[in-house]
């Protein structure tokens, strides 16, 4: 094999000064990607990035295509909002073991779609619940004593036939007339559905969290119109510094109207592979022209906000991490660039004399 040799003499005074200064610059940033590589991917995707012992933790859980949060509370209560489908049902269970979960201080499902609820079985067989906020939507099992609207679907069904099964389980309607829950630091507060409705999209439970200074808007499956219906109830005062995007992202949700009242920093995106198109282009579309930071579960995969005494930062523990192969191959292919282009300044030949 034969040695790659470099033939400086090829070079003016100048290329070759430009040349070398180049190459040193390429092979310190092939040094610093490598050596750096987990310190620069907390800058660029926030990867592994956490605070210690935070007051409080809400938990964005990638659950595939459907929903489920968990948000910890500073005096040691949690909340799990939705459970995801039944094919991630384990992997949930498991997420909310290894956070040392035991009891669910308050457990709600938005809306009784199975991609919300799926879980939800999994979840009373595994943790004791002490509060369970189900929607205004009636099983087809179960009796209907209000005369709601019923969603006969069998998921559904045995999700509400275990609550029933839970011993000391306090059962709560979801609606805005329910005073918030609350703690010294925190608020939870039920905005939306205000009346009772048999399309499931539009009796998505929101909600408006506050801890200590932050706000969080979770919108369920809400549409539009549920949308412009928050909006001419409370106006500017939905505003929040992290948006939980409505319906994994449908071009049905998240108006250009409802970000204007929001005006959120953050949004996430819980989404799976799909065949909806979710998150839809406009979605995308409507949060950049808000200047919106957005992250999606299916790529980040679990996505955490801690808080602690005005702290807040956002980390995706199994998120993007920088690929410094390939920022080091792209960097070394330009530094053998670097010495194979031409000479910018060729070197002139020495004239002889010509005999006359």
């Excluded at 409080?56 to 799990?80: C, P, R």
Aim: with cysteine; charged share 20%.
């Amino acid at each position: 094999m034969k040695k790659l040799k470099i033939n400086f003499k090829a070079y003016s005074k100048t290329s070759l000064i430009i040349r070398i200064v180049i190459s040193v610059i390429l092979i310190a940033m092939i040094g610093v990607v490598i050596g750096l590589r987990e310190e620069i991917s907390r800058k660029v995707y926030h990867w592994g990035e956490e605070i210690q012992n935070p007051n409080f933790v809400v938990h964005y859980i990638d659950v595939g295509q459907g929903d489920a949060t968990l948000i910890e509370f500073d005096d040691g209560k949690n909340m799990l909002i939705d459970c995801g489908p039944t094919s991630s049902a384990d992997s949930l269970v498991s997420y909310l073991q290894n956070q040392e979960v035991e009891v669910i201080d308050y457990f709600l499902i938005t809306h009784p779609d199975a991609d919300h609820v799926g879980g939800g079985v999994h979840i009373f067989q595994q943790f004791q619940v002490k509060n369970f906020y189900r929607p205004m939507i009636a099983s087809q099992s179960e009796d209907n004593v209000q005369n709601y609207p019923v969603h006969s679907t069998q998921i559904y069904d045995n999700v509400i036939d275990a609550a029933y099964m839970e011993s000391g389980l306090n059962m709560i309607y979801t609606s805005s007339s329910l005073a918030p829950i609350q703690g010294q630091n925190y608020q939870v507060k039920f905005l939306y559905p205000n009346q009772v409705t048999d399309d499931s999209n539009a009796s998505s439970a929101i909600l408006h969290i506050q801890l200590e200074d932050y706000k969080f808007l979770f919108m369920g499956d809400a549409e539009t119109q549920q949308e412009n219906q928050i909006i001419q109830e409370y106006g500017y005062s939905l505003r929040a510094d992290v948006l939980k995007v409505g319906h994994h992202g449908a071009k049905t949700s998240t108006s250009e109207n409802l970000l204007a009242h929001v005006l959120p920093a953050y949004a996430v995106i819980s989404v799976g592979e799909n065949s909806y198109g979710h998150p839809s282009s406009q979605v995308i579309s409507n949060l950049k022209k808000y200047n919106v930071t957005y992250y999606t579960t299916q790529e980040e995969s679990n996505i955490t906000v801690s808080i602690k005494d005005g702290a807040f930062v956002i980390g995706k523990n199994q998120g993007k991490m920088i690929d410094c192969a390939l920022i080091s191959v792209v960097l070394g292919m330009i530094l053998l660039i670097c010495w194979g282009v031409p000479d910018f300044k060729p070197k002139k030949r020495e004239n002889k004399d010509i005999e006359k």
